[in-house]
């Protein structure tokens, strides 16, 4: 591993290696707090050295004097669940002739986050080592001696990216070290679709935009490198989506989900674009494609569990809208029966339960909601509250709604609402809101 200043995450980090783990050691690349003393308690071997803005260098540092057979690197933000320990003790017995992918599942809130299979687990040689400034990687030095990457089961939870306020200054800094290890004449396509991909985390997207094309006129960039080129056409596309150019992003993303047909990300934004170009029965096909898709993790991150959800809230909502009750009954019922413990499933299913004139199921459906997460779930109160007024029952409506005021004060949402049933005067901006939040409960109210 290697570390600065991560006295608050080491102990979960180590905790959770520390039975299957026959050495650790840490490379501390400067902390001014407790991160070295915790990691001396676990027994580490802990070396200290100053930080020079390259992570292979610091990576290489930390593999120098490993004295097992097989090196397993991890981030202090890194958690290695129960379940794997086992699977990455039997994996310490295989042969080391062969470098080992585990999945790593970035976690963020909501239990969404992108899965994809990374190099983390390789043999212990001297002609193995990390390479490229940021994002490093064992793979060039592997490929170069002929060894092969094999995928195991195991994961490793990654809770780095759970901010998005921390995602978008992490994609910052990572552009100005991707940029110095660019090559312009001998550019890679992974450096140059990491350079896209964090501009348009950081929503710069003109710069994002010129990168992903970039990416895509390196020569062989799709022969060789196809989900690098998928993951190029996808940004274009979602960026075309941005701008209302449809018809553009419909060709970007036809061309994405021919290149990696397993990715339904790449599907879901092809839904959105077709449903937004005026389509919204073939938009139908391609959302029902993406809940038949085996969950696979591959070379680039794809955030299943959240594309899975995005899939269920926009399939419900178009068929309602073509007036297929029947059919969004049947996908609001797989819904729950699919995801039991989703909050924002539940909310669907109760709006739709008040569209399809069964009040008290949606009733029950909101209450539901609300016992998996009470904080923040302003929609399932709005739900209560819509059956609460359509039933006559207007005082016990604003009663719940003046009862959440401590924690939705601030929320537009809740005040257009609540301003609403109390009969209140709206602003032009209150009059928009409203009328896009019965467009969401399916214009019941």
């Given at each position: 591993?290697i570390?600065?200043?991560?006295?608050?995450?080491l102990?979960r980090?180590?905790d959770?290696i520390k039975?299957v783990?026959?050495?650790?050691?840490i490379?501390?690349?400067?902390?001014?707090?407790?991160?070295?003393s915790?990691?001396?308690s676990?027994?580490?071997k802990v070396v200290c050295?100053?930080?020079?803005d390259?992570f292979?260098?610091?990576?290489?540092?930390s593999?120098k004097?490993a004295?097992?057979?097989?090196?397993l690197w991890l981030?202090?933000?890194?958690?290695v669940p129960?379940?794997?320990?086992?699977i990455?003790a039997s994996?310490k017995?295989e042969?080391?002739d062969?470098?080992?992918?585990?999945?790593?599942?970035n976690?963020?809130?909501?239990n969404?986050?992108t899965e994809f299979?990374?190099?983390r687990?390789f043999?212990?040689?001297?002609?193995l080592y990390?390479?490229?400034?940021?994002?490093e990687?064992?793979?060039p030095?592997?490929?170069r001696?002929g060894?092969?990457?094999?995928?195991r089961?195991?994961?490793?939870?990654?809770?780095?990216y759970?901010d998005?306020?921390?995602?978008?200054k992490k994609a910052?800094r990572?552009i100005q070290l991707?940029l110095e290890?660019?090559?312009d004449?001998?550019?890679?396509?992974?450096t140059t679709?990491?350079i896209?991909?964090?501009?348009q985390l950081t929503?710069n997207?003109e710069?994002a935009l010129?990168?992903?094309?970039r990416?895509l006129?390196?020569?062989?960039?799709?022969?060789?490198?196809?989900?690098i080129?998928?993951?190029?056409?996808?940004g274009?596309?979602?960026?075309?989506?941005?701008?209302s150019?449809?018809?553009?992003?419909?060709t970007y993303l036809?061309?994405?989900?021919?290149?990696?047909?397993w990715r339904?990300?790449v599907?879901?934004?092809l839904?959105?674009a077709?449903e937004?170009n005026g389509e919204p029965?073939k938009?139908?096909?391609?959302?029902e494609?993406?809940?038949?898709?085996?969950v696979?993790?591959?070379?680039?991150g794809?955030d299943f569990?959240a594309a899975k959800?995005?899939?269920y809230?926009?399939l419900?909502r178009?068929?309602?809208?073509l007036?297929n009750?029947e059919?969004?009954?049947?996908i609001t019922?797989?819904?729950?029966a699919s995801?039991?413990?989703r909050?924002e499933?539940?909310?669907s299913?109760?709006?739709?339960?008040i569209k399809?004139?069964k009040?008290l199921?949606?009733?029950?459906?909101?209450?539901k909601?609300?016992?998996l997460?009470?904080?923040?779930?302003?929609d399932?109160?709005i739900?209560?509250?819509?059956i609460?007024?359509k039933?006559g029952m207007?005082?016990?409506?604003?009663?719940t709604?003046?009862?959440?005021a401590?924690?939705?004060?601030?929320n537009n949402k809740y005040?257009?609402f609540?301003?609403?049933?109390n009969g209140?005067?709206l602003?032009?901006e209150?009059?928009?809101?409203?009328a896009?939040?019965?467009?969401e409960f399916?214009?019941?109210?």
């Amino acid at each position: 591993m290697i570390v600065k200043n991560e006295a608050d995450l080491l102990s979960r980090c180590l905790d959770s290696i520390k039975n299957v783990a026959d050495e650790l050691i840490i490379v501390d690349t400067g902390s001014t707090d407790a991160t070295v003393s915790i990691a001396q308690s676990f027994g580490a071997k802990v070396v200290c050295t100053d930080w020079r803005d390259d992570f292979a260098w610091a990576r290489n540092i930390s593999i120098k004097d490993a004295t097992s057979s097989w090196i397993l690197w991890l981030d202090a933000d890194d958690v290695v669940p129960p379940e794997s320990i086992p699977i990455l003790a039997s994996l310490k017995k295989e042969k080391p002739d062969h470098i080992i992918g585990l999945t790593v599942r970035n976690q963020r809130p909501g239990n969404t986050g992108t899965e994809f299979v990374q190099a983390r687990m390789f043999p212990n040689r001297p002609d193995l080592y990390f390479e490229r400034r940021i994002h490093e990687q064992i793979m060039p030095s592997a490929l170069r001696i002929g060894m092969k990457m094999e995928s195991r089961n195991a994961v490793i939870e990654h809770h780095g990216y759970a901010d998005p306020a921390t995602l978008k200054k992490k994609a910052l800094r990572n552009i100005q070290l991707l940029l110095e290890d660019y090559d312009d004449s001998a550019p890679d396509a992974v450096t140059t679709v990491e350079i896209a991909d964090s501009y348009q985390l950081t929503d710069n997207h003109e710069s994002a935009l010129i990168w992903y094309k970039r990416t895509l006129a390196i020569p062989g960039c799709e022969s060789i490198t196809p989900s690098i080129a998928s993951q190029a056409y996808l940004g274009l596309g979602t960026i075309y989506n941005l701008r209302s150019e449809y018809s553009t992003a419909i060709t970007y993303l036809r061309r994405a989900s021919e290149i990696s047909p397993w990715r339904p990300d790449v599907l879901y934004s092809l839904a959105v674009a077709i449903e937004q170009n005026g389509e919204p029965q073939k938009a139908v096909a391609i959302l029902e494609q993406i809940l038949t898709l085996k969950v696979s993790a591959g070379q680039v991150g794809v955030d299943f569990r959240a594309a899975k959800i995005k899939t269920y809230l926009r399939l419900v909502r178009i068929l309602v809208e073509l007036g297929n009750m029947e059919h969004a009954a049947a996908i609001t019922a797989d819904s729950l029966a699919s995801e039991p413990l989703r909050p924002e499933l539940y909310n669907s299913a109760g709006k739709f339960l008040i569209k399809y004139g069964k009040p008290l199921d949606a009733l029950k459906t909101f209450e539901k909601s609300i016992m998996l997460i009470k904080q923040g779930n302003l929609d399932a109160y709005i739900g209560l509250c819509i059956i609460y007024v359509k039933a006559g029952m207007t005082s016990k409506a604003i009663e719940t709604m003046d009862s959440l005021a401590i924690d939705f004060s601030a929320n537009n949402k809740y005040q257009t609402f609540r301003s609403c049933i109390n009969g209140t005067t709206l602003t032009p901006e209150q009059t928009e809101l409203l009328a896009n939040l019965r467009r969401e409960f399916f214009n019941v109210f």
